[in-house]
C-alpha cells in the first residue's frame, strides 16, 4: 500500500462515517429545521472527503473527482436553503422547544405592506 | 464600480469555460483541446452577458489571493460544524437549541450574498431560510444570541471581510 | 476485506436508515429531505464504485447524476411553495 492509497483509503473512510452521522441526524432530530441541517451539512462534508480521497487513492481520476465535489458543495446548499423556504412557506411549524422566531414577524410584516 | 467592457467580459468568460473543459476531459490530446476552445468560444458568445459583470478584473492577483485564503478558512469552519453536528447527534440528550433569527450584512451584491448565504448554511449550527434586501433570516441550532447586532456579529461577520474583496464590494 | 470494502458498506448502511426517514414522514418536507440526502450519498457511492471496479466511466454517471437531483430537488421546492 503506497503512501497515497493509505491517505485515500483514510479520507474515503472518514467521508463514509459521516455519511453515516448524517442519516442518524436524520432520524434523531425533533422537526425538519433541525434534521435539514445536521443531515446537509454532514453529508456535504462527507461527500468532498470521498471524492478528494477517490481522486488521491487514484491520481488518474482526481481532476473529475474535484469538479463532482465542488459541484455538490455549491448545489447542496442551494437545494438546502430552497427547501426549507417551502418548508416554512408550506407552514410546517418550528419545533415546541425554539425559542424565537424573527422570519415569521417579517412576514407578517411584508403581508401588512 | 460599473461594467467592464464587452471584450474583458467575454474572454473572461471563455478562459473560465476552457478551464471547466479541461478539468472534465481530463487529457491534452490536441483535437479535445480544439474542440474544446471553439466549443468555448461559440458558448461564451451565447452567455457572456449573463455569465459575469466584471470581466476579467475577477483575475485581479489581490482577489485571486484572498479567494486561496479563504478555501482553508472555510473547510476549517466545515469540519468544525461536523464535529459540532456529531456531538448534538449522538448525544443521548440531543442538546438543541433552535430557532430563526435575523442578521444584517453590509454587502451589496447579489453573488457575494449567495456565497456567503452558502458558507453560513454550511458552518458551525447556521442554516440560512431567507434573503430579503440587506437582511438574512438564520436557522440557528443553538441561539446564543437572539438580537440583530449579537447574532449579525457571531454568524456573518467573519466571512465578510474575504467575501467584500473577492465580489468587488467597493462600498 | 479491504478499507474500501467497508466504506461501501457503511455507505449502503448511511442509505437504508435514511430510507426509514422516507417511508415514516410525518410531512411531505421531511420525505423530500431524505430523498435529497439519499441522493447525495449515492453519489458519493457511485464515485466509490468507480474506484472499486476501475471503470472511470462510473465518474461521469455520478456527475450527471448530481446534476439531475438537484434539478429534481429544485423543482419539488417550486412545487411546494405553489410556484409550478
Same mark, same amino acid.
Given at each position: 500500500m503506497t503512501i497515497n492509497e493509505a491517505i485515500g483509503a483514510f479520507l474515503i473512510f472518514t467521508g463514509s462515517l459521516f455519511y453515516v452521522l448524517s442519516s442518524l441526524g436524520l432520524i434523531r432530530m425533533p422537526d425538519v429545521y433541525n434534521r435539514m441541517q445536521t443531515a446537509t451539512k454532514s453529508a456535504t462534508l462527507a461527500s468532498l472527503g470521498v471524492m478528494i480521497g477517490v481522486g488521491i487513492y487514484s491520481p488518474c481520476c482526481f481532476p473529475k473527482a474535484l469538479v463532482i465535489a465542488l459541484f455538490l458543495l455549491l448545489t447542496n446548499p442551494i437545494s438546502a436553503h430552497a427547501l426549507i423556504r417551502a418548508a416554512y412557506r408550506s407552514g410546517i411549524p418550528l419545533w415546541?422547544?425554539?425559542?424565537?422566531?424573527k422570519y415569521k414577524e417579517a412576514l407578517k410584516e411584508e403581508g401588512e405592506q | 464600480m460599473g461594467e467592464a467592457s464587452k471584450v474583458s467580459r467575454y474572454l473572461y468568460t471563455v478562459i473560465i469555460l476552457f478551464v471547466i473543459w479541461l478539468f472534465l476531459t481530463n487529457s491534452l490530446d490536441p483535437q479535445e483541446l480544439t474542440m474544446g476552445f471553439v466549443l468555448s468560444l461559440i458558448i461564451a458568445a451565447l452567455t457572456y452577458q449573463v455569465f459575469t #459583470?466584471?470581466?476579467?478584473?475577477?483575475?485581479h492577483p489581490k482577489r485571486i489571493l484572498y479567494t486561496v485564503a479563504y478555501i482553508p478558512y472555510f473547510l476549517w469552519a466545515m469540519i468544525m460544524a461536523n464535529l459540532d453536528v456529531a456531538y448534538r447527534v449522538l448525544? !443521548? #440528550?440531543? !442538546?438543541i437549541n433552535p430557532g430563526i433569527v435575523e442578521i444584517k450584512t453590509n454587502l451589496t451584491n447579489d453573488i457575494a450574498k449567495l456565497v456567503l448565504a452558502n458558507s453560513i448554511t454550511l458552518t458551525p449550527g447556521t442554516m440560512s431560510v431567507d434573503v430579503k434586501g440587506d437582511r438574512l433570516y438564520i436557522h440557528w441550532i443553538?441561539? #446564543?444570541? !437572539?438580537?440583530l447586532e449579537g447574532a449579525s456579529k457571531h454568524?456573518? #461577520? !467573519?466571512?465578510e471581510k474575504f467575501l467584500r474583496v473577492i465580489f468587488h464590494d467597493d462600498n | 476485506m479491504t478499507i474500501i470494502e467497508v466504506s461501501l458498506v457503511l455507505i449502503a448502511i448511511a442509505t437504508v436508515l435514511s430510507m426509514y426517514r422516507v417511508f415514516r414522514g410525518p410531512t411531505t418536507v421531511d420525505r423530500i429531505i431524505a430523498i435529497d440526502i439519499m441522493t447525495t450519498i449515492t453519489t458519493g457511492l457511485m464515485v466509490l464504485f468507480a474506484l472499486y471496479y476501475k471503470r472511470a466511466i462510473f465518474l461521469d454517471v455520478a456527475l450527471v447524476y448530481a446534476v439531475l437531483a438537484f434539478l429534481g430537488v429544485i423543482a419539488f421546492a417550486r412545487y411546494l411553495e405553489g410556484g409550478l
Open positions: 415546541e422547544g425554539s425559542i424565537v422566531d | #459583470k466584471y470581466g476579467l478584473s475577477n483575475l448525544h !443521548p #440528550k440531543r !442538546p443553538d441561539v #446564543k444570541d !437572539p438580537s454568524i456573518g #461577520k !467573519p466571512f | -
